[in-house]
């Protein structure tokens, strides 16, 4: 996750996001929450599938089947969905919005 204006709480947020005296959601400050996993990407070239859940203030991000992230007390509950890339040039297919009523295992 990046918290960027919104923030995002996680378990082991210290081991995450590090010290908690950096933590903030502007420039300069400690924004990022690091994954639960490494290695759930694809090879370069491959196609990955992601799937993201939002219910009230919690998301789930998964990987090619792997939970990457949990995140809940999330400031931001409802708002504009956004897709995009930092530094590369990025391609998406098959862009789905299903409502749900509660997060998945």
């Known amino acids: ?11 082991d947020m210290v081991k995450r996001r590090g010290p908690e005296k950096n933590w903030g959601i502007v420039e300069g400050k400690a924004r990022r929450i690091a994954n639960l996993t ?9 196609w990955n599938s ?3 859940e939002c219910v009230g203030d919690e998301v789930k ?7 990457v ?4 007390d999330c400031t931001a509950k409802k708002g ?3 897709i995009q890339a930092e530094g590369s040039e990025v391609e998406f297919r098959k862009f789905e919005l299903t ?7």
């Open 99 to 105: 409502p749900i009523n509660l997060l998945g295992e």
């Open 80 to 82: 504009k969905l956004a």
């Open 38 to 46: 490494d290695d759930s990407e694809k090879p370069v070239g491959e």
């Open 1 to 11: 996750f990046w918290c960027i204006v919104e923030n995002i709480a996680v378990p």
């Open 61 to 67: 991000v998964w990987v090619n089947g792997d939970l």
């Open 69 to 72: 992230n949990h995140g809940f």
């Open 50 to 52: 992601m799937r993201i």
